[in-house]
């Protein structure tokens, strides 16, 4: 694992962004994973201005969507689809036909996962991009989720709904079912960025690089991956030894 330990937010989405522009600019029919959240959303603005400042393009990109919340519309302000339109995919010069997301209407659910899942096994993502729960989740991969799962329907912990509130009106509205990817589609990506910020995320950061790899903490895994990259800034990485 390398560790960045940069000062701040902005900095964090600095470096990311460095490394997602080398990668487009080295590979420009590349596949990428993309996480939502709050915190790659300084990113995607960075990947937003090289993108309108020519230096970057993503006609030739693909990409696919960690996971998506079950039995939100599609057109639900806070859906993954309409978070990723707005953050990202309005802004930049993708064709829309090549993003993916899980569908998520909750009749459907397992049929959505089969399907997403045949998707990502028919392909390899060059550089998947990661954000990291308090609790050491991954894409929805919560706590406890065995190493070998490909894409599912998960039941999304109370801590998880708690800490994706400020996206809603009250915890009764965050939906209690989300379709992941598993920890082993996420495995299979040739290079991994997570990206952490804030002195929330530093419990999760330390046990994720210096504790025992353990399903208990999902991050852990990621210590088994050849190239992953682990951005943080000052509050993030402060448990971690000096
Ligand atoms: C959600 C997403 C994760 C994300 C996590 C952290 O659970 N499914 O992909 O990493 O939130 O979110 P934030 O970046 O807002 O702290």
Known sequence: MKLIIVKNYD??????????IDQLTSHPNS??????????????QKLIEANQMK??????????????????????????????????????????SN???PKNDINHMHEHAKAYNDLLSNTKIDLQILGIGSNGHIGFNEPGTPFGNETFIVKLEEQTRKDNMY??????????????????????????????????????????????????????????????TVIMDDQASSKLPK
Request: hydrophobic content about 40%; aromatic content about 10%; glycine content about 6%.
């Open 99 to 101: 993003t993916h997301l």
């Open 167 to 228: 996206f809603f009106n009250s915890l009764e509205e965050v939906p209690e079912y989300a379709i992941t990817m598993g920890i082993k589609n996420i495995m299979r990506s040739k290079k991994i960025i997570l990206l952490a910020s804030g002195i929330e995320k530093s419990d999760a950061i330390y046990k994720m690089i210096y504790g025992d790899v353990t399903e208990s903490i999902p991050a852990s895994v990621l210590q088994l991956h050849p190239n992953v």
């Open 11 to 20: 900095e964090v989405s600095e470096e990311a962004s460095k490394i997602v």
């Open 55 to 96: 230096k970057i393009s993503f006609k030739n990109v693909t990409t696919f969507n960690l996971d998506e919340y079950i039995g939100l519309d599609m057109k639900h302000p806070q859906s993954y689809h309409q978070f990723m339109y707005h953050q990202l995919f309005s802004k930049i010069d993708i064709n829309m």
């Open 31 to 44: 596949i990428l994973g993309l996480a939502t959240g709050s915190t790659p959303i300084g990113l995607y």
